[in-house]
């Protein structure tokens, strides 16, 4: 065991004593007095030794120890080489301890120089002093019980310096403080000089000298410069791991050496002399208060490293102190301590024999304690502490990342130069990865990826200093009740990113920083607790601190989000705990296609292509959106996934869901709060887009979405769940949505007019395709084959207009007869359809309604604008709602396939009757209400089947109150009601002034076209009286006293009232009276002006004349008459005729 020992720590460059030939030569030049210095002898260290050698040094050094100078009460005070020196650097009290003297004179100042005699006196009295047995031997008296407690040092062999060397190796684990001392003290004089460590010489001899670090021969520098040979090979050392050149290495028997002297050199800063000469004075102005040993003093010095005040000396020095650490993390002694057991608990350090193997770099042990602590492994507080210093040190300095230097050196100078301290260095290298300037290269790329998974600042926010400084003022306020340094705190980030309680530099480096984390799933620690399972399960994932080259970034989080949303009929699904977690990142990092891996990968071409200009918040991926049908393949499947999963989850998109809070709160609340979203939210926000509590940036966000669903079907989630299988079964190779809207709803229609058992759409289906033309009617973007023919109209009538609210289909409508051609066609088949369909009139259903909801909750959908009309005139009706209604009317009288209802009830009347003017009609062009005026005509002639006379004396009711709903009267009339009657067109409220006003200026109508439509429009107030308004208001009392027995209709009631003008009995009322000698006059005149063109018109004419019976009496009477002068004339004839015949 001890040989086994003995090897191991010769190995490991123990700091125990020279051992080499040359120690006999210098103790016994030393023994004839320090007077004159010898010269230095020639020293063959790198000579294999001799097998005997040990002890015939060992014999050297106990002669040289047994000279006059060594006995007992020797002092070095007494030396008269050191007097001068020694009173001028020393206090008085240290001159009887020749060990306070020797620490005194080492430890000087670096401008104070000492005596050459007095270097030379104190290096071979230290040379002789660690070879010395009776030193070993105060070493076996003052540690005694901890040599027995130390099993590797109790075994060592004794007399040749073995144990002081173990129990310097060992001095972490002494817990006696008089050894503790002594140790650390003997430790102190070993680390002055680089030659006094054993077997430095030997293996680090060649590389001194090729390197140029330092004279090796005795005397020729002093004290303060051996610490600059190691300090040297340690730069080079770091040099070598940062570049990678041809030139020559260190031997790696010296980068073990090396190594081995910063490990042992890790718990007291005074033992790396260079360290300790160039950080003095910034010891005692940062850390004056900080007790030395077990580190920390560096562990002071290295979180005061970017503070103004620290010395650029200093500071060189600590950074290649931490860029040792980097190499082999044994170099921090409370890293080393602290996680030793964890280590071994955790199987992390495999291989103790190699200290530059893989398992001693500081990442290897970051990234193998990290994932015990992620998979919920017991890890030591006090460990996970010192990870916590030092993931904080390799975030904070790129340099101590060899890897980031070695491949990232271009992008540096080019972009980053001069941004060294506090992170930002890197920050600036990931704002370059993430390509926010330009493109990094991809091994450079990877070293930045190595090492946020090294300091996982996701963990720990705090880790990350410029993000920590950048973000504290919004953490204070937004975060303030997360717990400090709690993973949720990047969570909370994430959540106010672009929010007015977002700062700039913080949004810059939290994206920064976030855009890495998005490569790789582990590194969001929330996530890789809750989904580790899941992900092992159904992505066949690695432990946290193995990667695989096969695996592309971001690729286990995609698996993750497409698991989350599946059905249970679709198989394999996230546990609830994780699929929460996939959603709150996806929320999160939709606001940025950069933190999708996926899709920036596929996209970078369109990306540069089609949304270069879009650079804000959200824009890139609604701009894909947009041009979804010109990207390439593969990012048309990306964001067709994406944009899938938003149908479903509208929370994804978080910007508009922020934008919308008001209008989700006052109205969505309810599921709002549904932690599964099925669509339901975009479909109540699309619902509730007109409310007042709706503004401008989520009317647009929501009406952006409805475009986008008009792309694919699939895009509406609640669409697609609930026709997905009808779409495949009726409308197969139909991809846009509204194509499959119009596939599915011309197949109910039909099922609906052939009255078909069974309709082939369900009734899920059904009902979701009625949602689906509702939203369609709101907007005309939504209607692309309403949209494209009517652009150019768009931009000419109605540029001012807004889209939203059906505002533009309506412009439209009341410019329908300016419309280009293909524009009025189509407006012209969505009329037909609304009003076949009211509930797809838009305008119609919000206008009114409230007073659907009073007049008309027990009429059919279908029958609303019926029930609507039949109200019209009621006290309670609104009067927006009555506009509404009064323009739907003047729509209907345009055209009889306008109106259903009256085409229904008058489909043989119109063939019949009106069958030339349906010959020269095209099936897109409107009819300009000929028809309807052709069967006012048959009406007035009592010709039409009953269904059709009641339809057409509603409309004849309807349009004498208001001149509008006649659009005959309206197209030729139009010069002379502006010329005779604009008072009375002006009017609010129309109750038949117009007409009325036209029938008394008859007479001076111009216009021969006008004045046949009122001369038409008396003819038809003679069938009924109902008709003629301002007449039935006048005679409304007489009807009641004198005709209410008669039945109306036919002109029945209009004869009733003629007869009792003619009656001198009955006495009608002044103005009924008036009113009706007006009629007659008017009748009279139109009489002579529009005489009967037939018999059969006569025969109309008299059977509707109110004197009908006066009239039918006198040609009674006449035929009568002419009767009898025919029988007289006959007698007379035959009487002539006999008495001719007498003669």
């Not at 070493?139 to 144990?163: M, P, Q």
């Not at 173990?166 to 002494?174: E, K, P, Y």
């Not at 040099?239 to 020559?248: F, I, M, P």
């Not at 008299?1102 to 009568?1120: D, Q």
Request: aromatic letters at 4%.
């Amino acid at each position: 065991m001890a040989a086994y020992s003995r090897t191991q720590l010769l190995l490991l460059l123990i700091s125990s004593v020279c051992l080499c030939g040359f120690g006999s030569v210098l103790g016994s030049k030393a023994a004839s007095g320090p007077a004159e210095p010898p010269n230095p002898p020639v020293l063959r260290v790198a000579d294999p030794p001799v097998k005997d050698a040990p002890a015939a040094a060992a014999a050297a050094a106990a002669a040289g120890a047994s000279q006059p100078r060594r006995a007992t009460g020797w002092k070095l005070s007494e030396e008269e080489a050191c007097r001068e020196d020694l009173t001028r650097l020393c206090p008085k009290h240290t001159w009887t301890n020749n060990l306070a003297v020797l620490e005194c004179l080492q430890d000087r100042r670096e401008e104070t120089e000492i005596a050459p005699d007095c270097n030379h006196l104190l290096w071979n009295y230290k040379l002789n002093l660690t070879t010395d047995p009776k030193f070993e031997s105060v070493a076996t008296e003052v540690c005694k019980s901890t040599i027995a407690e130390i099993k590797e040092c109790n075994e060592e062999e004794r007399g040749r310096g073995y144990l002081v060397s173990c129990l310097v190796d060992h001095r972490g684990n002494i817990s006696e403080y008089q050894c503790n001392q002594y140790i650390t003290k003997m430790t102190g004089i070993v680390f002055s000089d680089y030659r006094l460590i054993c077997g430095f010489m030997d293996k680090c001899k060649d590389d001194i000298n090729y390197l140029r670090c330092g004279s090796i021969s005795v005397g020729h520098k002093d004290v303060h410069s051996q610490g600059e040979v190691i300090s040297c090979l340690e730069k080079e050392l770091v040099r070598e791991a940062e570049q990678k050149d041809n030139l020559r290495p260190i031997k790696e028997e010296c980068q073990r050496a090396i190594l081995r002297v910063a490990e042992l050199s890790s718990d007291d800063f005074h033992l790396d002399r260079h360290l300790y000469f160039s950080c003095r004075d910034d010891r005692e102005r940062f850390c004056q208060n900080t007790q030395a040993g077990e580190g920390k003093v560096y562990k002071c010095l290295f979180n005061h490293k970017f503070e103004e005040a620290m010395s650029e000396k200093c500071r060189d020095a600590l950074t290649t102190r931490q860029k040792l650490i980097s190499q082999d993390y044994r170099v921090s002694y409370s890293l080393a301590k602290a996680c030793k057991l964890d280590l071994r608990k955790q199987r992390c350090s495999l291989d103790t024999n190699l200290p530059r193997a893989r398992e001693a770099r500081l990442s290897y042990l970051l990234l193998c304690l990290e994932a015990a602590v992620h998979r919920g492994r017991p890890v030591s507080g006090e460990c996970q502490g010192e990870m916590l210093d030092y993931r904080r040190m390799l975030m904070e300095d790129f340099s101590l990342s060899p890897e980031i230097v070695l491949h990232c050196r271009t992008e540096i100078e080019a972009h980053c130069s001069g941004l060294h301290r506090k992170g930002r260095t890197l920050h600036c290298l990931m704002r370059i990865g993430r390509g926010d300037r330009t493109t990094v290269d991809s091994v450079c790329q990877s070293a930045l990826q190595t090492l946020i998974q090294s300091a996982d600042p996701g963990a720990d926010y705090r880790i990350d200093r410029a993000l920590n400084e950048a973000c504290e003022s919004v953490i204070q306020t937004a975060c303030k009740h997360i717990r400090n340094g709690d993973p949720m705190i990047l969570s909370c980030l994430m959540e106010h990113l672009y929010t007015e309680k977002m700062v700039e530099d913080c949004e810059h480096r939290l994206l920064e920083l976030q855009y890495f984390i998005s490569r790789d799933w582990k590194l969001d620690p929330i996530l890789y607790k809750k989904c580790q399972g899941d992900a092992a399960r159904l992505c066949h994932t690695h432990g946290w601190n193995e990667t695989s080259e096969l695996m592309p970034p971001g690729a286990v989080f995609s698996c993750l989000y497409r698991h989350a949303y599946r059905t249970e009929e679709q198989g394999r699904r996230l546990s609830r705990d994780c699929k929460v977690e996939v959603q709150r990142i996806l929320h999160q990092r939709a606001l940025d296609v950069k933190l999708d891996p996926e899709l920036q990968k596929r996209c970078m071409t369109d990306l540069g292509k089609w949304c270069s200009e879009k650079t804000d918040a959200g824009q890139e991926l609604e701009c894909l959106q947009d041009h979804l049908e010109d990207l390439v393949s593969a990012c048309r499947e990306v964001v067709g996934n994406l944009t899938e999963l938003e149908s479903e989850d509208i929370q994804i998109d978080a910007l508009l869901i922020r934008a919308c809070e008001p209008v989700t709160q006052a109205h969505c609340h309810d599921v709002a709060d549904n932690q599964i979203d099925t669509g339901d939210l975009m479909e109540c926000l699309v619902q509730n887009k007109h409310q007042k509590e709706m503004n401008d940036k989520c009317a647009v966000g929501v009406t952006h979405f409805q475009l986008i669903q008009m792309k694919d079907f699939r895009f509406s989630y609640k669409f697609k769940m609930a026709c997905k299988e009808d779409v495949l079964r009726l409308c197969p190779n139909i991809k846009k949505k509204v194509d499959v809207v119009i596939c599915l709803s011309t197949t109910v229609r039909n099922d609906t007019l052939q009255e078909a058992k069974e309709q082939r759409v369900s009734l899920k289906c059904r009902k979701q395709l009625r949602v689906e033309e509702l939203e369609m009617s709101e907007d005309i973007r939504l209607e692309p084959e309403l949209y494209d023919p009517c652009k150019s109209d768009i931009s000419r009538l109605c540029p001012n207009v807004a889209f939203g609210n059906a505002q533009m289909i309506e412009c439209l409508k009341e410019q329908k007869k300016q419309l280009s051609q293909r524009c009025h066609q189509r407006i012209f088949r969505l009329q037909e359809v609304e009003m076949t369909d009211p509930e797809l009139d838009y305008q119609l259903m919000r206008v009114c309604k409230q007073m659907i909801k009073r007049f008309c909750t027990d009429a059919d959908t279908r029958n609303v604008l019926q029930c609507l009309k039949q109200n019209k005139n009621s006290e309670l009706m609104d009067p927006k709602c009555k506009q509404m209604i009064t323009k739907r009317q003047i729509t209907q009288n345009t055209d009889y396939r306008l109106n259903p209802v009256l085409r229904k009830a008058c489909r043989a009347d119109i063939p019949k009757f009106c069958q030339p003017i349906l010959n020269k009609a095209s099936e897109d062009s409107e009819l300009e209400g000929q028809v309807i005026a052709c069967l006012k005509l048959k009406y007035a002639d009592q010709r039409l089947s009953p269904d059709c006379e009641d339809q057409i004396r509603v409309i004849l009711q309807e349009s004498a109150l208001d001149y509008r709903l006649d659009p005959q009267l309206q197209r030729h009339c139009t010069d002379e009601i502006s010329r005779l009657c604009a008072e009375e067109a002006a009017a609010q409220e129309q109750t038949g002034q117009v007409e009325e006003c036209l029938k008394v200026n008859l007479l001076k109508i111009k216009q021969e076209a006008c004045k046949k439509e009122v001369l038409n429009m008396l003819k038809e107030s003679k069938a009924d009286i109902f008709v003629d308004p301002v007449l039935h208001t006048a005679c409304a009392l007489d009807l009641k006293h004198h005709c209410a027995a008669i039945t109306p209709g036919r002109g029945r009631q209009m004869s009733c009232l003629m007869e009792a003008l003619q009656d001198k009995r009955v006495r009608l009322q002044p103005e009924c009276k008036k009113r009706l000698q007006d009629r007659i006059d008017m009748w009279s005149y139109a009489a002579k002006v529009a005489p009967a063109e037939g018999f059969s018109d006569l025969a109309v004419q008299v059977m509707t004349s109110p004197s009908k019976n006066y009239i039918l009496l006198m040609i009674a009477l006449s035929v009568c008459v002419l009767f009898l002068v025919g029988l007289l004339c006959g007698r007379i004839t035959k009487r002539v005729t006999r008495e001719l015949k007498d003669r």
